[in-house]
């Protein structure tokens, strides 16, 4: 079992910075693929960005591709997602997820989630 604990998120200009952290509960978190995903208002959620086990690839969907990086410590059982020149329609709740087979974009694919982070921008 894994608990995924997300944090970092908060209300910030067009434009701005945030740094979101997802800290895990088990050490056999380093051997999983972890996820980002987003849910806006009344949508449904999406894939955002992913990092294999090691940190070697990343993967991320196209709306924030050149904007947002994700990273990894597995020392500290803590992935991150570095978001920069935010746009409103970013506003979302921001989800870690993990996955302990693939290397999925597809909610489905994922075992544990975590409880989410608001994330808000304004114009």
């Known amino acids: 079992q894994v608990q995924l604990v997300e944090s970092g998120g908060g209300l910030v200009q067009a434009g701005g910075s945030l740094s979101l952290s997802c800290a895990a509960s088990a050490r056999t978190f380093t051997s999983y693929t972890v996820g980002w995903f987003r849910q806006a208002p009344g949508k449904e959620r999406d894939f955002v960005a992913a990092i294999i086990w090691s940190g070697g690839s990343t993967r991320y969907a196209d709306s924030v591709k050149g904007r947002f990086t994700i990273s990894r410590d597995n020392a500290k059982n803590t992935v991150y997602l570095q978001m920069n020149n935010l746009k409103p329609e970013d506003t979302a709740v921001y989800y870690c997820?993990?996955?302990?087979?693939?290397?999925?974009?597809?909610?489905?694919?994922?075992?544990?989630w975590g409880q989410g982070t608001q994330v808000t921008v304004s114009s």
């Open positions: 997820a993990a996955d302990q087979y693939g290397w999925s974009t597809r909610i489905d694919a994922y075992d544990y």
